[in-house]
């Protein structure tokens, strides 16, 4: 037995004598992205499955780190979503480059940068929540900060390694919105939805928020993905406070 193993089983003991248990394992983060529109009919009940891990946090050993990412290209068909970006556009156009042309579809879910299914599959997008956790992942601790409402992150990063040039990325995201849906496909209807990716930077300097948004309703969530499989080996969120 290694004095590493050793170490631990006089932990356990002295910790089982004195009746206390042993702490829980760390759960390990596993990102799942949605790429989504207010403008598309079948991507309500995706929303819904997005917000429901929210809530939970966990899945099995996983800590889920839910971005609501809604795509620009649904908003000539009848209804701009409010909540669209052209960088979530970009980012899942990057993931079709990886997955093929056919891939880039709404709702579409990628889990860990490297595993996409069909939104709405909730049973489907638990299983790879959980298959995600059980990969090697980094230690990602985060930090923010905000002066004059910029927000800037500090991120570090231990235990990665990978044969590929890795980058940051952060995200700025907003739950409990609501919007009446007046044309297009859900026409008619009130959404609702959480994990709303309001900004996306390279920097650290993530960006100043805006006014419309909910302080209290904010999170910031890094993620350190690499250059050329878009697999994503680390990430960590934060409430802004």
Request: glycine residues 8%; neutral net charge; hydrophobic residues 40%.
């Amino acid at each position: 037995m290694s004095r590493l193993r050793s170490a631990a089983s006089v932990v356990l003991a002295a910790l089982a004598l004195s009746g206390q248990s042993a702490p829980a394992p760390a759960r390990v983060p596993v990102v799942v992205e949605l790429f989504t529109s207010e403008g598309c009919s079948s991507c309500p009940p995706a929303d819904d499955v997005l917000s429901k891990l929210a809530r939970e946090g966990t899945v099995g050993g996983a800590q889920v780190i839910p971005l609501g990412l809604h795509v620009t290209y649904w908003d000539q068909l009848g209804w701009k979503d409010p909540a669209s970006l052209l960088a979530s556009t970009e980012r899942q156009q990057d993931y079709g480059r990886e997955f093929g042309a056919d891939s880039i579809y709404t709702p579409q879910v990628v889990i860990d940068g490297h595993t996409q299914l069909i939104g709405s599959d909730e049973a489907g997008v638990r299983r790879a929540i959980a298959k995600a956790a059980l990969e090697p992942h980094g230690l990602v601790q985060l930090s923010v900060s905000i002066a004059a409402d910029v927000v800037t992150a500090k991120a570090t990063v231990e235990g990665i390694r990978a044969s590929e040039p890795l980058h940051n990325l952060f995200f700025i995201t907003e739950d409990g919105l609501t919007s009446v849906v007046k044309r297009g496909e859900n026409g008619g209807r009130t959404l609702h939805s959480d994990a709303v990716v309001r900004r996306i930077s390279v920097s650290d300097t993530v960006g100043k928020l805006s006014p419309e948004w909910h302080r209290d309703r904010l999170h910031v969530a890094v993620i350190v993905q690499g250059a050329k499989t878009r697999r994503i080996y680390g990430a960590a969120t934060t409430i802004l406070k």
